[in-house]
């Protein structure tokens, strides 16, 4: 391993260096899933990847900043999730539901789902970065798309019934809940958010 | 403080046992809130309560016994509760989430509040404790009473409506959700949890 290390110290050349944000993202990530926030370190990063923990700091900043970072990368900001807001209003609270628990259906996606959730939720430091995250990435998405008066309130609602249904769902393991299937829950959950998104 | 510890320690005469108890629990949810749960620790209780540790550990066994009782103890199960739960149906759920939200409106409540969930849902030791203490005090109280195919499927969804809300005003506090009134939550998140609970 010092091999690689040595190999991929300095400034890597222009061509290296999407690969080594993506490999730095996918390490963090995978990290943090495992050890929690607290438990993380960017030099415990920086080896899990195989690269200088300079590289890490010089991409990333410190680790909370890398930690936003990743939530931004957990799929959330999917494209898809983008492509799905602008669908048709018709079926866009459902295909959006379906999108993202068919995502954390995969075991790993899920463990990985409830790691960000736990710290997220789980630190004060992480609390105010994950509230600037569902924010400006999550609920002024759907605001947007709101119809009706109070299109910021209509959104942060959303984002309660999806954060709930995440954390019983994912973290709790609550049961029949958890084990609930996708089709069941789009079925019974969607009305919800289109009330919530789209009520008089 | 050396004397009152003194003084307290040994078994305690039984008029004084009903006291003990709730100055332990009191300082217990107090040391949670502000330490989260891996900062705290049974010492740390007793010293807070000034009481000698084994009384501590004599009513309550250890940190996670002692935390499943404070979760207990945080106001879910409150006999306004269980008497809610046993009014109408027409004016339940509206009374039920006035009540929660009312409750929370209190500053050291909500605080106490934040904390509670913050260590539940922030470590692995504690989820399966929050996971114990929501199916058997919460959701079997919401089952009971769901009418329709699925009660424990219905009581489940309610409880992913009322985790959401709390996470997102009391711990992310966003806004505008956090400043929203109660009566305005009410109204807008009552219809949810009616549809949950005795829709089709």
Known sequence: MT???AHRRGRPPAAE?????A????????????HGYDGTSLRGIARHAQVDPALVHHYFGDKSELFSTVLGADGTVDPAFLAILDGPR??????YLRFVLS???DPAQREQMTALLRAAIGTNEMAHLARAFVSSEVNARFAAIAAGPDPALRADLVSTQLLGLFVARFVFAVEPLASASVDDLVALIAPTIER???GE
């Open 3 to 5: 091999e690689v290390v």
């Open 17 to 21: 260096q999407v690969d080594n944000r």
């Open 23 to 34: 490999v730095i993202l996918r390490a963090a990530l995978e990290e943090f899933a495992e």
């Open 90 to 95: 018709e079926t866009l609270v459902g295909d």
């Open 103 to 105: 995502l954390y259906e």
């Open 196 to 198: 919530y998104l789209f």
